[in-house]
Every structure is written in structure tokens, then in C-alpha cells.
């Protein structure tokens, strides 16, 4: 099911980054006492009590001239669009300021539910200062502390209260859902039209779980579809168009519900830092990955172009080096046959499981053939292995202590165990863990 989105918004040098990294539990905003200094939406995963959700660390919203203001703004109004629910921060240091009510006026016209939060109530001295905010027109408002932490709790079981049920499309396990994901103009509309178009026994267009998603089933050679068709091609205008990190979030929503995901890249432009950032997030999610470059018809071949194409995606997609790559043109058609092939194998091998009598031979063998490392005279032992779940392919490895195995030998059980039973297209994940 797709998880809820929080949008945290409000004027600069409120503490939005600083309460970010203390509901995600990192730190991956830049936290620094400059108005401005987050110009960029930050995504990341959180959980609250019996809820996931995606939140959204926004730049300040200020109406005024200085540089990248409206750039931010713009960026605030897309999250604002896009959340189920928001926080409004402000400081009680300053109280309610001009900025906060045209903050203020934004956040009304968009008829979502919003959380007022007063920020940097640090002492309960200052509680009594926090009536004034009510003037905003958003109800109680909730005193917290990002530096100290307090008010979180209060503040979070708010936001919670305002998710709403989101009825899900059901589909069954034989389905192969995958979306098209990737930064505007790449060619995913084009290439979702191309599917549908040349090989397809559509089923119906039905509306996706939230907003203007749309679900494509249909059905090809007996093997049954979803293309899960997000992309934000379907929001027009001015700031969907010019803001390349809208596509960000439009790829968590596709991601959650895949089986696969398809990560397109523009074989003209070739690849930038944008398309890293999207894909990072399938890797992340656990889904097949298939690195699709598109407008292969545009580029001038020789009997090279391809190999060096592809060492190139090597080298910037590291993280991605079990991820098939298809070369094809959306708009020509050429090689878009042996597209559904390869999504077919990385679906299978998502859900790939294999006997743990097998999996333990090729684990025992990786030992004899590299023996496990040792640190400060101890040496790991490993006692078996057990498969605990698909997509992706999870696997525990019991040893003595967990902490003694290194990234390099558990990149290289990784490595032996693809070599014994392939997963082309999908990650897998080891585990180690403390046998009792």
C-alpha cells in the first residue's frame, strides 16, 4: 500500500531540517543557522507508532526577491500538492511573523491537513508564548523542541490522526506490477504508449490509489501486467515542468507498489546526477531494478557504442550492478521487444527462493575457498543460512558475532551466492545475526 505523505513547510531558519533528521532518525538534512540553506525538497522514509509514511523537508517559503526564494517556494507548493498531511513550522522565539502568515495563506488554499508546529519552545517558560500562533487559523499549536527533542510525540500523533484510508487496487501474485520511473523528458510516456500500444490486450485504465496515477493492466503472451503509470506527466504547468525534483516523489509513490521497476534513461543526454538519485531510491526500496536507456534511435553507433554505453552505466550505477540494461527506441519501436523478457526474468528472480540444504553448500564452499576474516584475534564462524523472505530475496546467516563480519566478505558471499542461482535484476539482502 502507498504510504501517506508529511510535507514539513514553513519560512526559513524555523528548524524544518533539524526536526526532519529527529522524525527520520538520521541526519540527512542540512542542518546550518542560515535562512535558505535548504534549497532542495529532502526525501526520506519514517515511522511513527503503527505508521510508515514518506515525509518531505522543504525549503523556506518567503515571498520576496532575494535569490532562489521563488525557486523554493515552488518547491514548498509541489510538496504541499503532493502531502496528505502537513506540518506548518514556525519559532517561537520570533512568534508569528509577516512570512508566517503568507505561509500561512498558501497552506489554506490548499485544503489539506495541516499541524501547526512552534518550534524552539525549549524551556516550559516559554509555553505561555505560544498562544499568539492561534491567530494563524490552524488550531491548537503543538510546542516542540528540535534540539532537545520535546513535543515530538504530541506533534506526530496529530499528523497521524490525519491520514486517511487509501483504498489499494488488488491484484493477484501472478501479476507483474512495474512502474517507469526517471526525470522529466526521458521518454516514460513514450514508452509506456509504445507497450500499450504494440503489444497489448488491454484490460481496462483504472485510477490509481492516489492522485492522478493511473494502473494499465493488460495482458501479453499469457502473462498478466500492471504498469503502474505515474511519472507526473498527467500535472501540467509551469513549476511541474521546470522543477526536475518533482519527479522524485512521483517515484516513491510508483516504487511502493512495484514489482519491478524500470529506470529510464535518455540516451541522448546521457547521464546525469539526477538519475542516480531516482534509481538509489528502487535500490533502496528492495524492487528488480531494470536500467532501460531510451532513445537509442538518436545516437550515432559504431559496433562499440553499445558496450561503451553500458560501461559507462557501470560506472555512475555501481549500487546497480545486478540490474539488467535494455537499450530500445519508445518512439521508433526498435528493440522495444525485448523489453517484457527481461522484466519477466527479474520479476522471477525477485521472488526467486532457494532450499536452505543448497543455499549452506554454496555458503560453505565460499568459506573454504576464501576463509571468513578475523579481527583482534577473533575469527567468524558461520554456522548455516536460511532464506526468510522474497522480494527481495532476504537471507540470515547465523555466526558467532555479528559484528565480526566485514562489507567485504559479505560483499562476497553475495557475489558467490548470485553465482550459484543468478537473481539477475533484483537485490538481495544478507543478514547476519548471533546464533543463540
Do not use: C
Not at 524551556?123 to 498562544?131: F, S, V
Not at 498478466?224 to 521546470?242: L, N, P, Q, S, W
Not at 573454504?368 to 564462524?381: E, V
Amino acid at each position: 500500500m502507498a504510504k501517506p505523505v508529511v510535507a514539513i513547510v514553513g519560512r526559513p531558519n524555523v528548524g524544518k531540517s533539524t526536526i526532519f533528521n529527529r522524525i527520520v532518525g538520521e541526519r540527512i538534512s542540512i542542518v546550518e543557522d542560515i535562512p535558505g540553506i535548504t534549497r532542495d525538497r529532502i526525501y526520506s522514509s519514517a515511522e511513527w507508532l503503527t505508521h510508515d509514511f514518506n515525509i518531505i523537508d522543504t525549503g523556506g517559503i518567503e515571498i520576496g526577491d532575494e535569490p532562489f526564494l521563488e525557486q523554493i517556494r515552488q518547491q514548498a507548493e509541489i510538496a504541499i500538492d503532493e502531502a496528505d498531511v502537513i506540518i506548518f513550522m514556525t519559532n517561537g522565539r520570533e512568534g508569528v511573523t509577516s512570512a508566517d502568515e503568507q505561509v500561512a495563506k498558501i497552506l489554506f488554499r490548499s485544503s489539506k491537513p495541516v499541524v501547526l508546529a512552534v518550534n524552539k519552545v525549549d524551556n516550559p517558560e516559554m509555553q505561555d508564548q505560544i498562544y499568539d500562533f492561534y491567530s494563524l487559523g490552524f488550531g491548537e499549536p503543538f510546542p516542540i523542541s528540535g534540539s532537545h527533542g520535546l513535543g515530538l510525540g504530541d506533534m506526530l500523533d496529530a499528523v497521524a490522526a490525519g491520514f486517511k484510508p487509501q483504498d489499494e487496487i488488488k491484484y493477484g501474485e501472478e501479476v507483474i506490477k512495474f512502474s517507469l520511473i526517471g526525470r522529466p523528458n526521458v521518454g516514460k510516456s513514450s514508452l509506456v504508449n509504445s507497450l500499450l500500444g504494440e503489444e497489448r490486450v488491454i484490460v481496462s485504465d483504472i485510477a490509481g490509489t492516489t492522485r492522478d496515477a493511473i494502473d494499465s493492466p493488460y495482458k501479453y503472451d499469457g502473462q498478466e501486467y500492471v504498469i503502474i503509470d505515474t511519472a507526473g506527466m498527467r500535472k501540467k504547468g509551469k513549476v511541474y515542468e521546470t522543477t526536475e525534483k518533482y519527479s522524485v516523489l512521483r517515484a516513491l509513490r510508483a516504487i511502493e507498489r512495484s514489482d519491478v521497476v524500470l529506470v529510464v534513461l535518455d540516451a541522448e543526454e546521457g547521464i546525469i546526477e539526477q538519475d542516480k538519485k531516482i534509481a538509489g531510491y528502487a535500490h533502496d526500496a528492495g524492487r528488480a531494478v531494470i536500467i532501460v536507456v531510451n532513445k537509442w534511435d538518436a545516437v550515432q553507433k559504431d559496433e562499440k557504442t553499445m558496450d561503451r554505453f553500458e560501461k559507462n552505466i557501470r560506472d555512475h550505477f555501481q549500487f546497480l550492478d545486478y540490474a539488467p540494461v535494455v537499450f530500445l527506441s519508445a518512439i521508433t519501436k526498435k528493440r522495444i521487444h525485448t523489453l517484457l523478457p527481461v522484466i519477466n526474468m527479474a520479476s522471477e528472480n525477485h521472488a526467486m527462493r532457494v532450499q536452505s540444504s543448497v543455499l549452506n553448500e554454496v555458503i560453505m564452499d565460499a568459506v573454504a575457498m576464501n576463509p571468513t576474516p578475523t579481527h583482534h584475534g577473533k575469527r567468524l564462524k558461520i554456522f548455516y543460512a536460511t532464506q526468510v523472505a522474497v522480494k527481495p530475496p532476504t537471507f540470515v546467516i547465523f555466526v558467532n558475532e555479528p559484528e565480526l563480519m566485514h562489507f567485504s566478505y559479505e560483499r562476497f558471499l553475495e557475489n558467490r551466492i548470485r553465482e550459484a542461482f543468478g537473481f539477475e535484476g533484483t537485490p538481495i539482502r544478507l543478514i547476519s545475526r548471533a546464533r543463540n
